[in-house]
């Protein structure tokens, strides 16, 4: 018997869980955003507590977030994905599942995304865990890095950031696995469409979907690529350290999924446009893009990239070595924007000595090439010939010195 109902409890039951569904169903995934769910019986809400499959409380799983991941899943070509809250917290989670230990040993590509260098310079190794810095686009040097016990993981990204290495995934990964290490690979510079990590033998593919898989510049998320075998260890850091990723930024990444190729393939023709255009021009001293044949790698690239495909990002490097001349140049651009950011649709502009590596030391900035007259781009989808010209006219000024 249906007990009556005051205007209160009909207020917070409005609309109610029960009504019937009718005919048709929407050709695009639903936002979930309940925190919780229901369930028929107390039996079931059991079951799927226990593991069955089904959802019990968004910190554990959501529908939205669960077709994203089956979405980067078959893209990546792996067993299964993670959805996280940030690209952060998904490369913390993967380094955390790889079972990682005080006493054991992180190796770690030494030209890498300031924010991975301090991951692991102020959370892993107060925690006891060693951390090497290498430059592992040097046998000999991943070699000496790799050598000793305890080593157990190591840490590259398909293109370095901010300039555009490329990694040997299939050496790295050998070589790792050799020294019972596992490799972990962010490729978010990369993206599925020119590179899958695991399918050249990584254990953990990281991407920061706030970049090139959501596309648009207007969410946070991030993904982790592994096998079946990975997940209990990744879900339990998700869990419990609470690095999950909301339904709506689910659905704005799964919305970018859909156009992923036609923009990576639109960035990557505009930066090989840009970067054979910038060459030889009076003001710029080096242009770093491995679709260039001087680039170091330009011969890997070629051979673990998809064919006629090297990537939307360029780096280049001023002739003006000063930061003054560097931002003066920066300030002249009307078409390009300064960002802290990549992947967009519009192009976007950064200076890494004063952003993504600002933390490190000037000394160490000036090793690893990062110097103050440094300038990564990411391309964006407009027309190359604008992209070029915008450039042209903020470099003119400094073109005669």
């Known amino acids: 018997m249906e007990l009556p109902r005051r205007l209160a409890t009909r207020a917070v039951h409005a609309g109610g869980l029960d009504h019937g569904q009718p005919a048709g169903e929407p050709t695009q995934p639903p936002i979930v955003s309940s925190a919780t769910f229901r369930h028929g019986s107390m039996a079931e809400q059991e079951a799927v507590a226990a593991g069955a499959p089904g959802y019990l409380y968004a910190r554990w799983s959501n529908p939205t977030v669960a077709v994203l ?13 993670l959805a996280f809250g940030s690209g952060m917290a998904a490369l913390h989670a993967a380094v955390v599942a790889s079972g990682i230990k005080p006493g054991e040993c992180v190796v770690c590509a030494e030209d890498v995304y300031g924010g991975t260098v301090a991951l692991l310079r102020h959370v892993l190794e107060p925690l006891g865990v060693d951390v090497r810095f290498a430059d592992l686009t040097r046998p000999e040097d991943l070699d000496a890095a790799l050598s000793g016990p305890g080593v157990r993981l190591v840490m590259a990204e398909t293109m370095s950031n901010p300039r555009l290495r490329v990694a040997d ?6 070589k790792a696995h050799a020294a019972g290490a596992k490799l972990l690979v962010d490729a978010t510079f990369t993206t599925p469409v020119l590179l899958r990590p695991l399918q050249w033998g990584a254990d953990y593919c990281v991407h920061s979907a706030t970049k090139y898989l959501s596309g648009h510049g207007d969410v946070l998320g991030g993904v982790v690529a592994a096998s079946v075998s ?3 260890a990744l879900e339990r850091v998700r869990r419990l350290a609470g690095g999950v990723l909301g339904a709506f930024e689910a659905w704005l990444i799964l919305r970018g999924l859909r156009t992923l190729v036609l923009r990576v393939e639109r960035q990557s023709a505009n930066a090989a446009q840009v970067a054979d255009g910038l060459r030889g021009h009076p003001a710029i001293s080096r242009v770093l893009y491995p679709g260039l044949p001087d680039h170091p790698d330009h011969a890997l690239a070629r051979r673990q990239f998809t064919p006629g495909l090297f990537g939307g990002m360029v780096a280049f490097e001023l002739k003006a070595a000063s930061r003054a001349a560097t931002f003066a140049v920066l300030d002249r651009l009307r078409l390009c924007v300064p960002a802290t950011s990549l992947g967009d649709v519009e192009t976007l502009v950064m200076h890494p000595a004063s952003s993504s590596h600002r933390d490190l030391a000037p000394n160490e900035r000036q090793r690893l090439g990062i110097g103050d ?8 989808i407009e027309d190359a010939r604008d992209i070029l010209a915008d450039w042209q006219q903020a470099l003119a000024g400094i073109a005669v010195q």
């Open 69 to 81: 991941e089956r979405a980067m899943a078959d893209l990546e070509g792996a067993e299964q994905a």
């Open 169 to 174: 995934i299939a050496q790295l990964a050998a």
């Open 373 to 380: 007259n440094l300038v990564r781009l990411s391309l964006g």
């Open 230 to 232: 990975e997940r209990p």
